[in-house]
């Protein structure tokens, strides 16, 4: 212990073997400590920085992928739509087509033997882009003649719904008063677009 208190810093190349591996060491040691917190800390929070940029960029990657994935099934409902909004268009009639609708539903009345007592437009509804065009029917028959009348109503080719029935009996038989309505989509011009 002596010994080492008679060591002088500035003659450390005089030093026994031991005492100069021991600062040796503790010089690397010391190096080491400051390069690890001077060099090596800053690039590890770096690298973590990096690596939460990195796995976001991966869930990105992988929605974008799952959405580019998704176009052509996307792109097919779009047409499978279109043709579904096609066809309904057809179904439903312009403004010049509501007469021989309702002669449409007079004849397939007649074709099946009913008796008409009214047939007449109730006010329309006007929706965000269609309107609703309500017909009142007052007609009578026999049960089958009521009910085949009810499933030519709906297989005919413009779109026409049946609601608010009231059946009952009546000296020629079976009474319907039914509200038929059928829709109209709304021009731009009639939309205020």
Same mark, same amino acid.
């Given at each position: 212990m002596d010994n080492l208190r008679e060591l002088e810093l500035d003659e450390i190349?005089?030093?026994?073997?031991?005492?100069q591996m021991i600062v040796v060491a503790l010089l690397a040691l010391l190096l080491s400590v400051g390069g690890?917190?001077?060099?090596?800390?800053?690039?590890?929070?770096?690298?973590?920085?990096?690596?939460?940029?990195?796995?976001?960029?991966?869930?990105?990657?992988?929605?974008?992928?799952?959405?580019? +994935? @998704? $176009?052509?099934?996307?792109?097919?409902?779009?047409?499978?739509l279109q043709a579904r909004y096609?066809?309904?268009l057809t179904q439903l009639p312009a403004e010049q087509e509501l007469a021989s609708l309702?002669?449409?539903?007079n004849e397939i009345g007649v074709e099946f033997g009913l008796a008409f007592h009214r047939i007449d437009w109730a006010n329309r509804v006007r929706r965000d882009d269609y309107e609703e065009i309500p017909l009142s029917l007052s007609i009578s028959g026999d049960y089958n003649q009521v009910g085949?009348?009810? +499933? @030519? $109503?709906?297989s005919m080719p413009r779109l026409v719904s049946l609601h608010d029935f009231s059946l009952g009996r009546g000296n020629d038989g079976l009474r319907l008063q039914v509200s038929a309505k059928t829709y109209r989509f709304l021009s731009e011009v009639e939309r205020g677009n």
């Open positions: 190349m005089q030093w026994p073997l031991p005492a690890y917190f001077y060099f090596v800390k800053p690039e590890l929070s770096e690298l973590d920085s990096l690596k939460e940029k990195e796995a976001q960029l991966h869930n990105e990657l992988t929605l974008k992928s799952n959405q580019v +994935a @998704a $176009i052509p099934y996307l792109e097919e409902q779009i047409e499978m096609e066809r309904v309702v002669s449409g539903i085949d009348f009810s +499933a @030519a $109503i709906a």
